[in-house]
């Protein structure tokens, strides 16, 4: 986020906000290892495989480590309800942390996806709006 030249379109204030949410909630979220393990890292309907042993999630460009949180914020907000002993507060912190990162790779100046001048501005809005529900806007 701090490089000019990879995102020279992106106004300093929302720089500072994804800036600071992604620094500030990947420390938050990362610094407690007790709920460590490997995750999908971005799981959705598009790499979800059925298999015999049930439903299995594949795409080894995202794999990571960290809580299982993680993974949730990316699901419906439902979802995490169903998930005994889950965390709902650290999935609200990691549903922002991801927001901050979607945001930030659309203001990328060589992001080419879709609708990207929409998505500049609804992902800074949903990072906002992800920051407030968490207490942290």
């Known amino acids: 986020m701090n490089d000019l030249k990879q995102s020279p379109e992106l106004p300093d204030s929302d720089r500072e906000l994804l800036s600071n949410t992604l620094s500030g909630l990947s420390a938050t979220i990362s610094s407690d290892e007790t709920g460590d393990r490997l995750l999908h890292g971005e799981p959705h309907p598009g790499n979800l495989l059925n298999t015999r042993r049930g439903p299995l999630f594949v795409d080894l460009a995202t794999c990571c ?11 419906p907000e439902e979802v995490g309800e169903h998930y005994a002993g889950a965390d709902h507060d650290l999935i609200h ?4 942390l991801n927001w901050a990162m ?3 790779w659309r203001w990328r100046r060589d992001d080419r996806m879709p609708d990207r001048g929409h998505w500049r501005v609804e992902g800074l809005n949903r990072v906002h709006a992800a920051l407030d529900r968490c207490a942290l806007g």
């Open 65 to 75: 480590r960290g809580p299982i949180e993680f993974d949730l914020a990316h699901a």
């Open 93 to 96: 912190r990691c549903r922002a």
């Open 102 to 104: 979607f945001s930030a």
